[in-house]
């Protein structure tokens, strides 16, 4: 079977670019060894180049978002990201990320400044309240991986992208709470999402 790298979900196109991950949550989608929605996101034959994926995107304004997303971490691969995301802007699209906020510590230097203009929105997964249980759930690789994640969204935000932090229902009642105080804390604006448990 050949790889999956755009999958279809609703009106949304979703790119999965790389199964590479600065974390190893508890809870993610590729502990799902099979299938996600019906798609088989392991890349058995390697990581697609931006050429293909836009090839296979086609014209962009058929969907409502083209979304970075998948298994793993999208701004492992910057420059293929950016280099599509280009591409969807240039054909009048619209471009989201789904991160782990991490990218800049990936990359070493801030990326933020190099979104704007091709990354219109950008999902942060904060996850919980709290560094302790972030480094329980999210098992960062860089010790530093829970505050970089926080100023991520924030410098998002700062420059110009309509950025928010995510949680998912399934942390409870007081930890959505406090992950609302935190957030608004940072100036943040905070989407609290349904789990998600296909197989
Ligand atoms: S950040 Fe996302 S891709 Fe990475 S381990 Fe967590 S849920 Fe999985």
């Not at 086609?58 to 990201?81: I, N």
């Not at 960062?140 to 420059?159: H, I, N, S, T, V």
Request: proline residues 3%.
């Amino acid at each position: 079977m050949m790889d999956t790298y755009t999958y279809q979900i609703g009106e949304n196109l979703y790119i999965n670019l790389t199964n590479r991950c600065s974390n190893a949550c508890t809870f993610c989608v590729r502990n799902e060894k099979a299938s996600y929605y019906g798609n088989y996101l392991w890349l058995k034959d390697g990581e697609p180049s931006a050429q293909t994926v836009i090839g296979e995107i086609g014209d962009p304004k058929r969907y409502k978002e083209v979304v970075f997303c998948g298994f793993g971490e999208p701004t492992y691969r910057l420059d293929a990201m950016l280099e599509i995301a280009a591409y969807v802007k240039a054909h009048g699209g619209t471009t989201r990320l789904n991160t782990n906020g991490q990218g800049s510590l990936i990359a070493g230097r801030d990326i933020v400044p190099l979104l704007v203009g091709k990354i219109d929105r950008v999902n942060v997964s904060l996850n919980n309240a709290t560094k302790a249980r972030y480094e329980e759930v999210c098992k960062p690789k860089f010790a530093d991986g829970y505050e970089a994640m926080l100023r991520f969204g924030q410098d998002c935000l700062k420059a110009g992208l309509d950025a928010w932090f995510s949680v998912v229902d399934v942390i409870g009642a007081e930890e959505v709470e406090a992950c609302r105080r935190l957030a608004k804390e940072l100036g943040v604006p905070l989407r609290v999402r349904e789990m998600i448990t296909d197989s």
